[in-house]
């Protein structure tokens, strides 16, 4: 049987990697197989992509170079790392995918949205996730608990309406896709919002299985 491909996205600060983790935990607990990973990295290859991307002195990099470089990141790890796993039956957990391309690069940056599509389309062979958790939070709140945390990387230290842009980008999205992505409240307690997520999940699974 095919695993299950599961992703979590937000606006940086929503706390998707400590939901991640509980997440991954709590089916595991159930006797599930579960990877975790996260993008972009995931694989030696994607990780020196992520850190190409991310670092804070690549003030010049272009916006194409950027969105063209998250697609060669997630093409390896995509074909190294995930279908593998699905084709084991693995339940795979993502800290974010395509829909952050789209959020970021496309409605962030004002990218051709179409053209993000386009080419994570050739980046993935065309894999869509079967559910995403889109964990919502307001950007000054999610900056605030970024700023709690020592050194932004480049693209969290852009500006605030860059932010807002992808957070409503994830809004679209998760309109244009709503048996798929489900919008969390993250500015619950990282319990509620843990439980929430959980809930959904097994209330879903049933219906797919
Ligand atoms: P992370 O904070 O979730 O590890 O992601 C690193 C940064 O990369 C975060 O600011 C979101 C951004 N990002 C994109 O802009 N496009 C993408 O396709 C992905 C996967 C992440």
Not at 20 to 36: N, P, W, Y
Not at 89 to 111: K, N, P
Request: proline share 4%.
């Amino acid at each position: 049987m095919r695993g299950l491909f599961i992703t979590f996205e937000g606006p940086d600060g929503a706390g998707k990697t400590t939901q991640v983790k509980a997440f991954a935990e709590a089916l595991a607990q159930r006797g599930h197989d579960v990877l975790v990973t996260r993008e972009p990295g995931g694989t030696a290859i994607s990780d020196k992509i992520r850190g190409l991307i991310l670092d804070p002195s690549h003030r010049e990099m272009d916006d194409v170079t950027e969105a063209l470089l998250y697609a060669a990141s997630r093409a390896q790890h995509v074909r190294e790392k995930v279908l593998p796993a699905l084709a084991r039956g693995t339940i795979v957990v993502c800290d974010r995918f395509v829909d952050a391309s789209l959020a970021y690069q496309g409605f962030g940056l004002g990218l051709p949205v179409h053209k993000i599509k386009e080419i994570n389309e050739f980046a993935t062979g065309g894999l869509v996730p079967d559910r995403t958790y889109l964990l919502d939070i307001p950007v000054a709140a999610g900056r605030a608990r970024l700023q709690a945390r020592a050194g932004l990387d480049r693209i969290e230290q852009k500006e605030a309406a860059y932010h807002e842009r992808v957070r409503e980008g994830f809004h679209t999205l998760a309109k244009e896709h709503p048996a798929r992505i489900r919008v969390i409240d993250a500015t619950q307690s990282v319990e509620a919002v843990a439980q929430e997520v959980l809930a959904d999940f097994l209330r879903w699974l049933p219906s797919i299985t």
